[in-house]
């Protein structure tokens, strides 16, 4: 008889031994997809902003560049309001003179 008690006592010992090592294989095994998933997705998440890090700091560089053009621009309209400065370019690009003004041209080898 004791042999049998023993018996029956090993048996729902072992079978809840199973279903607690069934439970832990699922959970390491979810454990291993969540920690795949998140490492995948930290890595393609560095990379995308690698990429956008890049795409910024060239946009950054044509704003720089449009800003200096934008300022020279400005300065030239500034410029063009001054009438010496209208006159200056008249004289140089287009030859005109003022009628009372006689023009001086240099030596020309």
Do not use: C
């Not at 072992?14 to 069934?22: E, F, I, L």
């Not at 560095?46 to 946009?59: F, H, N, P, V």
């Not at 004289?91 to 041209?105: D, F, H, N, V």
Request: proline share 4%.
């Amino acid at each position: 008889m004791r042999n049998s008690s023993v018996d029956r006592h090993s048996s729902p010992t072992s079978k809840s031994n199973a279903g607690g090592r069934r439970r832990i294989m699922i959970w390491l095994l979810s454990l291993a997809a969540f920690g795949s998933w998140a490492i995948f997705t930290f890595f393609s998440q560095g990379m995308i902003m690698a990429d956008r890090s890049e795409q910024l700091t060239q946009k950054e560089k044509q704003k720089q560049a449009a800003t200096q053009t934008e300022q020279q621009l400005q300065t030239e309209v500034n410029r063009l309001k001054d009438p010496e400065y209208i006159g200056e370019i008249a004289r140089s690009k287009y030859g005109l003179y003022k009628p009372e003004e006689t023009p001086i041209i240099g030596d020309q080898k």
